[in-house]
């Protein structure tokens, strides 16, 4: 009897090996591919660094509409004077032996999971698949598309438009005697891992979805748990040290949390199955 139990248990675990070396092959692959493309990565991750972002476009056409229809409020605060900053030359520095070919390592093993992430998801998928229903398999191709194309928006959702906001906020808070000196790892770290976390983030309208085709989850149920779903979005972002980088993540956390109630309510089963008695 107790044989019987544990001879499951280590084909699960046999098939678990399986599906993780051909995704880690998959990644590696994919590191090989973007080494070649990683200082560009690096170029565009340092960008904020010279303060000149779609900010700072949206600052001047402001300020010149304000010049436009009220000429006296732009003349009185000097607003012109804002303007004339310069944008500055900052660069990266680091302190220790090998310290940006191991950094070169790290954003093309990202950039590489990235590149492979359909072979991830159809592991995955491979993985959990024997519990499925026949048309329950049917949705394989759906997922590896939806979850793909949701994780690489929330990374570009976060370098385009979150990332130069942390940045610049940072940035402002140099004065007379203050300037920024960032260290090359801790720069690329911290947004090598919030790519990674709002990639997550933006998985969650699939994952909802998912269960809700499954029956597990429905849009009732998820309406009621509002919540408690933003209580976990402020206990996630918690984990961060810096108000800004907890604001930016709980506010998203939470708005993929409300689109994934429309979503289930669209797309979803409308009913969770009544268990047997």
Known sequence: MGDERVLPFIEHLIELRKRL????????????????????????VEKPLAGKTYLTDIKVRAYQEVKDRFPTLYTRYKLDKDLAIPVKERQLNYSAPLEPFF???????????????PVVFHQLWLFIAPGLTRKEKKLAV???TFSTFSFCAGALFFLILIWPVIINFSLSYEAEGLRSWFNLSAYVNFC??????????????????????????????????RKYALLASSIIAAFHADLITMFVIMVPLYLMYE???????????????????
Do not use: D, H
């Not at 689109?259 to 008695?277: D, R």
């Open 259 to 277: 689109i994934s109630i429309w979503i289930v309510l669209i797309f979803g089963k409308k009913k969770l199955p009544v268990p047997e008695t």
């Open 21 to 44: 070396i051909i995704a880690i092959v998959a990644i590696v692959i994919g590191m090989g591919i973007s080494w070649n493309f990683s200082p560009t990565l690096l170029n565009f």
């Open 103 to 117: 950094i070169q390592c790290k954003i093309s093993m990202i950039a590489g999971f990235i590149i492979s992430l």
């Open 142 to 144: 759906p997922f590896v």
């Open 192 to 225: 090598l891992r919030l790519i990674l976390m709002f990639g997550l983030i933006f998985e969650l309208p699939v994952l909802a979805l998912l269960l809700s085709r499954f029956g597990i989850v429905n849009y009732g149920l998820l309406a009621r748990n």
